[in-house]
């Protein structure tokens, strides 16, 4: 009809890498109902995207001995959750070996 408006389907908008990492952060906060530390990482893959997100998995006195965990999250373009796994713990004041750092 003359005058009316078509309206097209879109498809879902993809995430940016900082979407990506929020939306990641919502979703291991509500899995593990952990204390977030942060984003560590965000990559894109083929099916969306892979986000590093570290946790505290365990409070200690003094705090350098916390026990920390990293977790990765895969996401698909529009923030769906794939898959979640820890991928190490570890204690907050010990550094990696092999980094570099002394």
């Excluded at 009809?1 to 952060?25: N, V, W």
Aim: cysteine-free; aromatic content about 4%.
């Amino acid at each position: 009809m003359a005058g009316e408006r078509r309206t097209s389907r879109k498809a879902p908008a993809e995430l940016s890498a900082p979407d990506a990492a929020e939306t990641a952060l919502g979703h291991i906060s509500s899995l593990t109902g952990r204390e977030l530390i942060g984003a560590t990482s965000v990559e894109p893959t083929d099916d969306g995207w892979r986000v590093g997100v570290e946790v505290i998995e365990e409070r200690r006195i003094p705090s350098t001995s916390d026990l920390l965990a990293q977790y990765e999250v895969d996401l698909d373009l529009t923030g769906e959750l794939l898959a979640y796994r820890r991928a190490r713990r570890y204690v907050r004041g010990r550094t990696d070996a092999g980094n570099g750092i002394a």
